[in-house]
């Protein structure tokens, strides 16, 4: 059964630190409704009700461009592994660029990852926990280096060239803030 709750408790956060993976989700007023996996050691609970996430470069940046024309996002953690558990987070976040002072005030909380694009800060108004008894049991075997050899190889102006070519638009054409 689903439980609710007002904040991360101690066990959440120890749950949420040992996930490999987590999905997040947003939607702007209308277009298309995004879902995007996230991977790496890129996300930081901050407090009871607030996490930042460090987000990479990727094909598109449908995030960005759906918390500039609304702020509300799920994150979405599962148990592969061990105990059976869904976890959700609910809340409004904002999005921080390099060029933000608060990119500046987190980026510390993260290992140096070539590629990194935005810190998105969330607000938790709701967590919420389900079974996840249908979910299937998954091996982790290792992170995939792809994304940061390809940002390393790129380097830092091929990559803010990149971001403005190709992250400025979201697919449904709403500006990213890049």
């Not at 987070?89 to 390099?98: D, P, R, S, T, V």
Request: hydrophobic fraction near 40%; aromatic fraction near 10%; charge should be neutral.
């Amino acid at each position: 059964m689903a439980k609710k709750f007002t904040e991360i408790s101690s066990e959440l956060k120890e749950f949420i630190q040992n996930q490999k993976i987590f999905f997040v989700g947003t939607a702007a007023d209308h277009g298309r409704v995004n879902i995007s996996p996230k991977g790496m050691d890129t996300l930081r609970v901050l407090g009871p009700n607030k996490i930042i996430w460090l987000n990479l470069t990727g094909s598109g940046n449908e995030t960005a461009a759906h918390l500039l024309k609304d702020n509300r996002m799920t994150i979405m953690f599962c148990a592969f592994e061990g105990k059976p558990m869904i976890l959700r987070l609910y809340g409004m976040a904002k999005i921080y660029h390099e060029r933000d002072a608060a990119y500046h005030q987190h980026i510390d909380s993260f290992p140096e990852i070539a590629g990194a694009r935005q810190i998105i800060e969330m607000e938790v108004d709701l967590v919420q926990t389900s079974c996840g008894y249908a979910v299937p049991f998954m091996e982790f075997q290792e992170e995939r280096t792809v994304l940061k050899s390809w940002a390393e190889k790129q380097g830092k102006d091929r990559i803010q060239e990149y971001h403005k070519e190709r992250n400025s638009l979201s697919i449904d054409n709403f500006k990213t803030g890049i």
